[in-house]
């Protein structure tokens, strides 16, 4: 599933193509024909990001709502004037298209059209966004702070901080020294305070780079993978070289240093599981 700073990159990028524009709005998968219909030949006003949802605000008050999910993509083609658009590639719930560019939406998880009170509901459901300038990381805290639940499982609660992905909570938590297992309520205001930073640090080069990037200093990647991490995956800890365990949080992978992030003396078990589970 995408992690927040790919559907910030996103709302940064098609903000260009699309924001200010009125737009032709199409399924050419059939799916969401009424909804296209209702956006045909509106203005967008703006397309942005709360977490991993990503929003089109319209002239009307309306938005489309896409949460891609595991499975869903967007692609980006430039338009020509006078040139036709290039068909459909697989499934397109959704065509969005501006005098410069085409955007298909393939395969969302959510794709829905929202109403001002629906748009309401949705973003007062979803935590503060480390990605957004205006998160109050206060509210995150609030909610940490009286949880029993580990901190592994609280930074990937959408509802608590917005954005945070599974590599991401790995490598947040091992460059902040905290074990996953450490209850939410032990996790001290300015513990707290380094995670957010951190956080919003690394997913605003997430976005600069478009590739999760969590070591220090790592140069542009000339590989086909760009993505530079310290633990998640590996064998052995960059700062300590002992061994990385593998573990299992909610029924995802997750990796750990012992060494670097001692284990609470108050601790929420997790099922560790073996390098071929």
């Known amino acids: 599933m995408p992690e927040g700073h790919t559907i910030h990159r996103a709302a940064r990028d098609q903000r260009k193509m699309l924001a200010g524009q009125v737009l032709a709005v199409s399924s050419p998968q059939g799916r969401f024909e009424l909804g296209a219909a209702q956006l045909d030949g509106q203005r967008c006003e703006e397309v942005e990001a709360y977490g991993k949802h990503l929003l089109y605000r319209f002239e009307s008050g309306e938005a489309l709502h896409i949460h891609l999910g595991l499975f869903g993509r967007f692609r980006k083609s430039k338009r020509k004037p006078d040139a036709p658009l290039p ?155 002992g061994p990385v365990e593998r573990i299992e949080i909610d029924g995802r992978r997750a990796f750990l240093c012992e060494t670097c992030q001692p284990a609470p003396d108050v601790s929420v078990a997790l099922k560790k599981v073996s390098p071929a589970a």
């Open 87 to 241: 068909d459909p590639r697989g499934a397109v719930r959704v065509r969005l298209v501006s005098d410069s560019h085409a955007v298909d939406i393939n395969g969302p998880a959510i794709c829905e059209l929202l109403e001002p009170a629906g748009i309401e509901r949705l973003t007062a459901r979803i935590g503060p966004d480390v990605l957004r300038p205006d998160a109050e990381p206060a509210r995150a805290f609030a909610r940490i702070a009286k949880s029993r639940a580990p901190i592994g499982r609280l930074i990937m609660d959408q509802s608590v901080m917005a954005g945070i992905g599974n590599i991401y909570r790995t490598e947040i938590l091992w460059r902040q020294g905290l074990h996953p297992d450490l209850p939410g309520r032990a996790l001290s205001p300015e513990a707290f305070e380094r995670l957010w930073e951190d956080a919003a640090a690394l997913l605003a080069i997430g976005v600069k780079r478009n590739a999760i990037i969590t070591v220090d200093g790592a140069p542009p990647s000339r590989s086909r993978y760009r993505e530079r991490v310290n633990i998640f995956g590996k064998e052995s800890c960059p700062a300590c070289e």
